[in-house]
């Protein structure tokens, strides 16, 4: 793990950013979860559980995007790399009263890992819930969006702490 008094790796000698280069990394399988959540009014989560928001099926929509933004992630974050994801899992649950959780499971083999794919799964199903529902409710609230765990790397696994 690194620690403050190291390097930041995504600077040059001249303290420009760079895109790090991990051509001497091996391969391996790396796997990152990362959670999100969504909170509005009861009426709202219940549309989305009962499939009847007018812009269609919430969370289908929103699991498509979710995939769809790990897929795209290196597009929106300047110095992650394009990875070839061998998955995207995409989850939901509610408390049945105000918060969707949103769960995101990103894996590859290769020589970085999918955090920020994951973070960024979580993030466009979020703000997709949010869009389909907006005409229902615009004071929404995304949040807490944090990585769960990560395994593989030469850093090792990380499992993030009970709150």
Not at 75 to 89: A, F, K, N, Q, S
Request: hydrophobic share 40%; glycine share 8%; with cysteine.
């Amino acid at each position: 793990m690194e620690r403050a008094d190291e390097p930041l790796t995504h600077f040059n000698d001249q303290g420009r950013a760079r895109m790090v280069d991990v051509s001497g990394k091996a391969d391996t399988v790396r796997v990152a979860v990362a959670e999100g959540h969504v909170k509005m009014a009861p009426e709202t989560l219940r549309r989305i559980r009962e499939r009847s928001v007018a812009k269609g099926d919430v969370l289908a929509v929103a699991q498509i995007a979710g995939i769809q933004a790990a897929k795209r992630t290196s597009d929106w974050i300047p110095m992650c790399h394009p990875l070839p994801l061998t998955g995207v899992d995409i989850r939901f649950a509610d408390d049945g009263a105000e918060t969707l959780t949103i769960t995101a499971e990103v894996k590859t083999t290769g020589k970085t890992g999918v955090e920020m794919e994951a973070l960024t799964a979580v993030s466009a199903a979020a703000l997709t819930v949010y869009d389909m529902c907006k005409a229902l409710q615009k004071d929404m609230v995304i949040g807490s969006v944090a990585l769960r765990s990560k395994t593989g790397g030469k850093s090792g696994d990380y499992v993030r702490s009970a709150e």
